[in-house]
C-alpha cells in the first residue's frame, strides 16, 4: 500500500493514515511517500513492513552504518542528525498530553555529538557451529548480524568487536555468551562476559589480553550464584558533573549501571543538579543512588544528601567516592517503596528528591509515596516517554505542577528519549 508519512512517534514509528486508519511504518522519516505492507492489523491500527521509499521527505538521509534496518540497535540513521533532537522533542510532547493529560512546557534540548558516543555495547555469540559468530541482535529477532565496526560507538569500543570476536571463537564457549566492551574516560576497554564459556579463568585471560583490552571480569555459576573469574584491570574512570559545570571523574565496576553516551554524561549530571536547585545545606532525598553518579555532583554543590540504592555493592562504591573526596551522605541499601514510606523520611523532610529509576520507571506504589511526602520540589530522570508520563501521575494528582522539561539527547541514531524533569509544588 502507498502511505505518506505524516509524523514520528513513540519508538521511531512513522505514522500515516489510509482510509482512516492508522499505519505505523519503522524506518520512515516525516514527509515519506512509502510502499508498505501490513505485518498485523487491529482495529484501526495498522503495524507494517517498509517495503520500498517512493518519495523520501526532506529529512530523509542515506544511513552510513552497511547493517542499518538488520541490526536492532538503530532506529534512526535515515533521519538527518540535525533533526533528530527536534523530532524527539515532538514525540515527547505528544506522549505527555496522551498518557498525563497535561500541556508540558517547552522541552529544553542538550545535545552533544551523534555519532562515536556510546561507551558499552552488548555482542551475542555462541558455540562453534551454532550459526553466527558474535555480533549484535538482528532487529526483532536473536539472529545475529556480524558488522566490524559500529558508528555510534566511541572509538575504542568500535575496534574492540572483531578482536572480541576473533578471541571468541578461539574459547570455544559451550553455550550462549554475552560479551560487553566497556570504555571508560581513558580510552581503555574492560570486558564484561556473561554466559556458558567453559573455563571462566582461562577466558577472562584470554579476553583481557584483546587488542585494546586491559581486563575481563567473566561470569560462572558455582556453590551460592554467580561468581566471577578476573583478569587484568577491572574497573573503568567514568566523567561526571564537579557540582559546578566542570568534571569529575568516578572509578565504576562495569557490571553495574552506567548511562552509555560518555561524554554526554556530564551534561546530564549538572542538568540535574541545576534543576535541583541545591546549594551548601539543602536536603536531598536521592532515589535510585547507583554508584554515584548523580549523588556525587549533588554533594560537591554541598547538598546533604540520604542516597537510596537497593544494589549494595554499588552503594558500597558511591560510599567511596563520596570518601575519597572528604564528602559525607547517609546512605540506604533498601527499595525505594519502604524507604519513601518510612516515618523518619519526614522528620525533618528533604527539600528536594532527585530519582533516576530504571526504564520501567518507580511504579505507582513508589510515586504516590513520594508524591505524599511534604516536599517542595521533585526531579526525575527517565529514559522513556511513557514511563516518565505514568509515573508523572500521582505528582499531578498530588499539586505539583510540571516546570521545566530537559531533553538531554543520549541516543543519537535511536528511539530512546533520556528527559529530565522538574516538578515543584506551593
Not at 512509502?34 to 517498509?50: D, H, N, T
Not at 551475542?124 to 551454532?130: A, D, E, K, N, Q
Not at 570476536?165 to 554475552?178: E, F, K, Q, S, Y
Request: charged share 20%; hydrophobic share 40%.
Amino acid at each position: 500500500m502507498r502511505v505518506t508519512v505524516e509524523r514520528l512517534v513513540h519508538l521511531g514509528m512513522g505514522l500515516g493514515r489510509i482510509d482512516g486508519r492508522v499505519w505505523m511504518i519503522p524506518l520512515t522519516a516525516p514527509g515519506d511517500v512509502v510502499e508498505a505492507i501490513p505485518v498485523r492489523e487491529r482495529p484501526g491500527l495498522v503495524e507494517a513492513r517498509l517495503e520500498s521509499v517512493l518519495e523520501p521527505g526532506p529529512d530523509r538521509v542515506p544511513p552510513p552504518c552497511p547493517v542499518y534496518g538488520r541490526g536492532g540497535g538503530c532506529h534512526l540513521q535515515h533521519i538527518a542528525p540535525d533533526r533528530q533532537s527536534a523530532l524527539k522533542v515532538a514525540i515527547l510532547q505528544d506522549v505527555l498530553r496522551r498518557i498525563a493529560k497535561i500541556e508540558p512546557p517547552p522541552p529544553e534540548i542538550v545535545s552533544g555529538d551523534p555519532w562515536a558516543y556510546r561507551c558499552r555495547v552488548e555482542l551475542h555469540g555462541g558455540p562453534s557451529g551454532s550459526g553466527a559468530g558474535l555480533g549484535f541482535f538482528a532487529r526483532q529477532s536473536h539472529d545475529r548480524v556480524e558488522p566490524d565496526a559500529c558508528l555510534i560507538s566511541t572509538p575504542p569500543v568500535s575496534a574492540a568487536i572483531p578482536n572480541l570476536r576473533d578471541a571468541l571463537a578461539r574459547i570455544r564457549p559451550r553455550g550462549p555468551v554475552t560479551l560487553e566492551p566497556v570504555a571508560g574516560a581513558d580510552g581503555r576497554v574492560v570486558v564484561v562476559a556473561r554466559g556458558d564459556l567453559g573455563d571462566p579463568g582461562q577466558a577472562a585471560q584470554a579476553l583481557a589480553g584483546t587488542p585494546g583490552a586491559v581486563g575481563c571480569l567473566a561470569s560462572f555459576r558455582g556453590h551460592g550464584g554467580v561468581h566471577w573469574a578476573m583478569a587484568g584491570t577491572t574497573l573503568i574512570p567514568f566523567p561526571t558533573d564537579d557540582g559546578a559545570g566542570g568534571v569529575t571523574t568516578l572509578t565504576l565496576d562495569p557490571r553495574g549501571f552506567t548511562q552509555a553516551n560518555l561524554a554526554l554524561n556530564p551534561a546530564l549530571a549538572a542538568t540535574v543538579r541545576d534543576l535541583a536547585e541545591v546549594g551548601p545545606g539543602t536536603r536531598v532525598l536521592e532515589l535510585f543512588a547507583g554508584a554515584g553518579n548523580l549523588t556525587v555532583p549533588l554533594a560537591l554543590a554541598g547538598a546533604r544528601i540520604t542516597a537510596v540504592e537497593l544494589n549494595r555493592e554499588a552503594l558500597d562504591r558511591a560510599g567511596g567516592e563520596l570518601k575519597s573526596r572528604g564528602l559525607d551522605a547517609r546512605l540506604r541499601a533498601a527499595r525505594v517503596e519502604d524507604v519513601v514510606s518510612d516515618p523518619d523520611m519526614r522528620m525533618p523532610p528533604p527539600e528536594v528528591v532527585v530519582a533516576d529509576p530504571p526504564r520501567t520507571g518507580m511504579g505507582p506504589g513508589a510515586a504516590r509515596a513520594l508524591a505524599s511526602l511534604p516536599v517542595a520540589r521533585v526531579v526525575l530522570c527517565a529514559c522513556d516517554p511513557a514511563t516518565l508520563a505514568r509515573d508523572l501521575g500521582p505528582f499531578l494528582a498530588s499539586r505539583f505542577r510540571l516546570d521545566r522539561l530537559v531533553l538531554v539527547d543520549m541516543f543519537p541514531q535511536t528511539f530512546h528519549i533520556e528527559t529530565v524533569a522538574c516538578l515543584v509544588r506551593p
